[in-house]
């Protein structure tokens, strides 16, 4: 059995101090230098693994993560990375395009208010540039949204803003506990039985809208359980996530999924491979597998919750590149529609409105041209 996603808690640093989080006062001192990163790659790669998630804290406060980017694409790496967007400049987006990033994760919250009271005033703009930049540089961009009490009515709102910008997915994930500290209480962000109806609402609408505008969501089965996870209802026969992947924290503990607390080995003190394959990761897997884990709907194991039927239609999806123009085309059919709905109600000047048309259709041609390119 070899892995095929390697998740790494880079770093515990963070620039931001968010409500919803407290990892940048929870976790260890940074260890691991660029030889331990090099090593990991090295023997991962070796094993077949080929997707890296470079993670945080904000992993752009990593010393050396340039250099471990580029050093993991050309080991034969997807290496994508989440952000909350507001480090990133021109500069440093096309560092990130040069240094083979292939898709960058923003987490955006929900509308202005929302997203500055649980991130901080003005990160709002500043992520929804970082956003923008990292688009116009050529990085596959992607929205993240942590589905809280504050927030879960706007779900559809991150779809319309994924149009808006030229993001190609949007992931939901409902808020854990466990980025909390000890001992801190979760009430403030645990949407309540009361309003688990218009959860379900809004995740049928998001679920439609999406599809309508061709941008990828998370697994519908996937969605439809986000309910049951806040009821504390939720029940997970199996999960396979530990047969796939593993994480890896900013010490260089190994874990086989986050939710599963205990380390099964350090990559400081043992190889990758003899970690993986050894009999405690063995029952780990196991724990998982016979719905002995806490059932933590984390985003990054998604496609453990995917039908068999979904299946089939992602497999039909991927490399497909008309499906993926389509998508394209859709996304800007609906983004035009949406800002002319917006401008209309702020003018009637007919010309000054085919001008902008004109010129959205004309961004539009060059868009698609773009990822025509990309996708050869």
Same mark, same amino acid.
């Not at 961009?141 to 808006?164: C, G, H, P, V």
């Not at 209480?185 to 949407?191: K, L, R, T």
């Not at 933590?296 to 919750?305: E, G, I, K, N, T």
């Given at each position: 059995?070899?892995?095929?996603?390697?998740?790494?808690?880079?770093?515990?640093?963070?620039?931001?101090?968010?409500?919803?989080?407290?990892?940048?006062?929870?976790?260890? +001192?940074?260890?691991?230098?660029?030889?331990?990163?090099?090593?990991?790659?090295?023997?991962?790669?070796? *094993?077949? !693994?080929?997707?890296?998630?470079?993670?945080?804290?904000?992993p752009l406060l990593i010393k050396d993560v340039f250099e471990i980017i580029s050093y993991a694409k050309r080991k034969g790496f997807n290496v994508s990375m989440p952000t909350n967007g507001t480090l990133v400049t021109e &500069?440093? *987006?096309?560092?990130?395009?040069? $240094?083979?990033?292939?898709?960058?994760n923003v987490s955006i919250e929900g509308p202005e208010e929302i997203h500055d009271y649980m991130r901080g005033k003005g990160n709002f703009r500043r992520a929804i540039n970082g956003l923008r930049l990292l688009r116009q540089?050529? #990085? &596959?961009?992607?929205? /993240? =949204?942590?589905?809280?009490?504050?927030?879960?009515?706007?779900?559809?709102?991150?779809?319309?803003? *994924?149009?808006?910008?030229? !993001?190609?997915?949007?992931? %939901?994930?409902?808020?854990?506990?466990?980025?909390?500290?000890?001992?801190?209480?979760?009430?403030?962000?645990?949407?309540?039985?009361?309003?688990?109806?218009?959860?379900?609402?809004?995740?049928?609408?998001?679920?439609?809208?999406?599809?309508?505008?061709?941008?990828?969501?998370?697994? +519908?089965?996937?969605?439809?359980?986000?309910?049951?996870?806040?009821?504390?209802?939720?029940?997970?026969?199996?999960?396979? *996530?530990?047969?796939?992947?593993? /994480?890896?924290?900013?010490?260089?503990?190994? %874990?086989?999924?986050?939710?599963?607390?205990?380390?099964?080995?350090?990559?400081?003190?043992?190889?990758? =491979? /003899?970690?993986?394959?050894?009999?405690?990761? @063995?029952?780990?897997?196991?724990?998982?597998?016979?719905?002995?884990?806490?059932?933590?709907? =984390? $985003?990054?194991?998604?496609?453990?919750? &995917?039908?068999?039927?979904?299946?089939?239609?992602? =497999?039909?999806?991927?490399?497909?590149? +008309?499906?993926?123009?389509?998508?394209?085309?859709?996304?800007?059919?609906? @983004?035009?529609?949406?800002?002319?709905?917006? @401008?209309?109600?702020? $003018?009637?000047? $007919?010309?000054?409105?085919?001008?902008?048309?004109? !010129?959205? #259709?004309?961004?539009?041609?060059?868009?698609?041209?773009?990822?025509?390119? @990309?996708?050869?």
């Amino acid at each position: 059995m070899a892995p095929t996603d390697i998740i790494i808690s880079a770093t515990g640093k963070c620039n931001l101090h968010c409500k919803m989080c407290d990892i940048p006062v929870s976790s260890g +001192k940074d260890t691991l230098l660029l030889p331990d990163y090099k090593k990991l790659i090295d023997e991962a790669s070796s *094993a077949g !693994a080929r997707n890296f998630v470079l993670s945080g804290g904000e992993p752009l406060l990593i010393k050396d993560v340039f250099e471990i980017i580029s050093y993991a694409k050309r080991k034969g790496f997807n290496v994508s990375m989440p952000t909350n967007g507001t480090l990133v400049t021109e &500069e440093i *987006a096309k560092k990130l395009k040069t $240094s083979g990033l292939r898709v960058a994760n923003v987490s955006i919250e929900g509308p202005e208010e929302i997203h500055d009271y649980m991130r901080g005033k003005g990160n709002f703009r500043r992520a929804i540039n970082g956003l923008r930049l990292l688009r116009q540089a050529g #990085i &596959e961009t992607t929205i /993240a =949204m942590a589905i809280t009490r504050k927030n879960y009515q706007y779900l559809s709102y991150i779809i319309e803003l *994924a149009i808006d910008s030229g !993001a190609t997915t949007v992931k %939901f994930q409902p808020f854990s506990a466990g980025f909390l500290a000890e001992g801190k209480s979760a009430s403030e962000f645990m949407i309540t039985e009361k309003e688990i109806p218009q959860l379900n609402e809004e995740i049928r609408k998001a679920i439609k809208f999406a599809e309508y505008c061709g941008v990828s969501i998370n697994p +519908k089965s996937y969605l439809l359980l986000i309910p049951d996870y806040f009821l504390g209802t939720l029940k997970v026969k199996k999960c396979i *996530a530990p047969e796939k992947s593993c /994480a890896i924290d900013n010490s260089g503990n190994i %874990f086989a999924c986050w939710d599963l607390k205990e380390p099964v080995g350090n990559i400081k003190k043992q190889g990758f =491979m /003899a970690i993986w394959n050894s009999e405690k990761f @063995r029952q780990m897997r196991n724990l998982a597998k016979n719905g002995q884990c806490p059932g933590c709907l =984390m $985003s990054c194991y998604d496609q453990v919750f &995917e039908s068999k039927k979904e299946k089939q239609v992602v =497999m039909r999806k991927m490399g497909n590149l +008309k499906s993926r123009i389509i998508n394209r085309i859709k996304q800007e059919r609906a @983004r035009i529609f949406l800002q002319k709905k917006s @401008r209309h109600n702020k $003018s009637k000047d $007919s010309l000054r409105e085919n001008s902008n048309t004109l !010129a959205e #259709i004309s961004d539009c041609k060059n868009m698609l041209n773009s990822e025509l390119k @990309r996708l050869r």
